[in-house]
């Protein structure tokens, strides 16, 4: 079952008088924006893609350990000797 010409058509006039031409003007309108915007948010994303990434520059030195607590440890590690 699809939609024939006749179906879309009275779609199209139910939709037109429960919107009004003013309000379907200004979401079509809102539409076309979002579409601008999301392309231009493409290619500001490809053109931050192509340019290399900043290197982290810090110490080894300043790097620290992760906490290790009892969970993290393996089992046969466990000083209670529960397994």
């Given at each position: 079952?699809?939609?024939?010409?006749?179906?879309?058509?009275?779609?199209?006039?139910?939709?037109?008088?429960?919107?009004?031409?003013?309000?379907?003007?200004?979401?079509?309108?809102?539409?076309?924006?979002?579409?601008?915007s999301?392309?231009q948010?493409?290619?500001?994303?490809?053109?931050?893609?192509?340019?290399?990434?900043?290197?982290?520059?810090?110490?080894?030195?300043?790097?620290?350990?992760?906490?290790?607590?009892?969970?993290?440890?393996?089992?046969?590690?466990?000083?209670?000797?529960?397994?």
């Amino acid at each position: 079952m699809s939609l024939g010409p006749w179906q879309l058509i009275i779609i199209a006039i139910v939709i037109l008088v429960l919107f009004g031409r003013g309000r379907i003007s200004e979401m079509m309108g809102d539409f076309g924006k979002g579409i601008k915007s999301f392309k231009q948010g493409m290619n500001d994303e490809a053109d931050s893609a192509s340019k290399p990434a900043g290197q982290i520059e810090a110490s080894a030195r300043d790097a620290r350990p992760a906490a290790e607590s009892e969970q993290d440890r393996a089992p046969a590690e466990r000083s209670d000797g529960s397994n």
